[in-house]
């Protein structure tokens, strides 16, 4: 019988197509359901599961636990613009600075994990702070998902003239002849410059003195002043000066020499296995969804494959990175447990 139901209902709850009753089924004409209804239902529908997958649909904020004008700030400018262009959203740059990078890395590991709140992370935070500090509001490991790698900013042994070495090897040496007696600064205690230090000292069984500095510019005054004779230095900040002849260049810390100064060594070719680094990368809140996740650390990646933006990062001192989550979460591990070794050889603790 065409336009009728027969049998009981399945779903008692559909009046319009069916009524049970104790004596069977009756026959009902079906409602007719307005043709917009079942449009707005099925739109709705639809709508929902899409705007699940739209990331991002509203703005992003990235926090950056440094000061504006670093090169940690700069690089995730850099990036931040190129994202928003990207997503055709706002990616806005929140500087929380403050207790040892600690404060604007427990904001983001506090943050909802939606994917709108980001941090820039950098090695002082997440590789360094968890050996450093006795206790921190955040754990490195598991609070944060890693998205990408941006940059590594090597850093520079670089030496005060009166100071009669030139390569690794003859640091080493005079340091056996001189425990204890050759002072190499750096910009505070447990900072990567310091825990480089550190580091060679371990490597290679000598004993160097460290001597802490409140940030960058009194320690490099003082280098230039000839009051201490070596630096761990940043190369943005070491090169001006090696390349007007005031300062004498003695390695890198990176595997491999570096564009920005070709003609200076690593220290790994004369210490196998060398290496400092502080980087810079992406990171979201754990729980973070998966497609928040996986779209941002692809377009990060693609980002960082564009010459243009390489060449900024190169002509920073820096060499740039386009390693994805998985990459970056590798190398976080392996970082995590070099860092660790230097702070325990060092002995430093803060609170």
């Given at each position: 019988m065409p336009g009728y139901l027969a049998a009981p209902c399945p779903v008692p709850s559909a009046r319009g197509f069916c009524s049970a009753t104790s004596g069977g089924a009756r026959l009902l004409r079906p409602r007719v359901v307005p043709l917009a209804l079942c449009?707005?239902?099925?739109?709705?529908?639809?709508?929902?599961?899409?705007?699940?997958?739209?990331f991002p649909n509203r703005a992003v904020r990235v926090v950056v636990a440094f000061p504006p004008g670093g090169s940690t700030d700069i690089f995730a400018r850099m990036t931040a613009e190129r994202l928003a262009a990207l997503w055709g959203q706002p990616v806005t740059i929140e500087n929380r600075p403050g207790a040892s990078s600690i404060i604007g890395t427990e904001a983001v590991a506090r943050?909802?994990?939606?994917?709108y709140?980001?941090?820039?992370?950098?090695a002082g935070a997440l590789s360094i702070n968890p050996h450093l500090f006795a206790k921190l509001p955040y754990d490195a490991q598991k609070d944060f998902v890693p998205l990408a790698q941006v940059a590594s900013l090597p850093l520079m042994i670089v030496a005060h003239p009166s100071l009669p070495v030139k390569t690794v090897k003859d640091l080493v040496a005079l340091a056996q002849k001189r425990p204890g007696q050759i002072d190499f600064a750096s910009v505070g205690v447990g900072t990567s410059q310091h825990l480089a230090g550190e580091m060679l000292s371990s490597m290679t069984g000598i004993k160097l003195n460290h001597i802490a500095y409140k940030g960058s510019a009194p320690a490099i005054n003082d280098l230039l002043g000839g009051h201490v004779t070596l630096m761990f230095d940043t190369t943005t900040s070491a090169?001006?000066?090696?390349q007007a002849g005031k300062l004498r260049p003695i390695a890198v810390t990176t595997r491999e020499r570096i564009p920005a100064a070709p003609s200076v060594p690593t220290v790994a070719e004369q210490v196998p296995g060398f290496e400092a680094l502080s980087w810079s990368g992406y990171l979201a809140p754990a729980g973070t969804p998966a497609?928040?996740?996986?779209?941002?650390?692809?377009?990060v990646v693609t980002i960082m494959r564009d010459p243009s933006i390489r060449e900024r990062v190169t002509s920073q001192?820096?060499?740039?990175?386009?390693?994805?989550?998985?990459?970056?979460?590798?190398?976080?591990?392996?970082e995590f447990e070099r860092w660790?070794?230097?702070?325990?050889f060092s002995g430093a603790k803060l609170e």
């Open positions: 449009a707005a239902v099925v739109a709705l529908t639809v709508a929902q599961p899409l705007a699940a997958q739209t943050a909802k994990p939606d994917g709140t980001l941090l820039f992370g950098t090169l001006p000066h090696v497609d928040a996740v996986e779209r941002i650390s692809r377009d001192g820096a060499i740039p990175s386009s390693a994805s989550g998985a990459e970056f979460a590798s190398f976080l591990r392996a660790g070794k230097a702070v325990r």
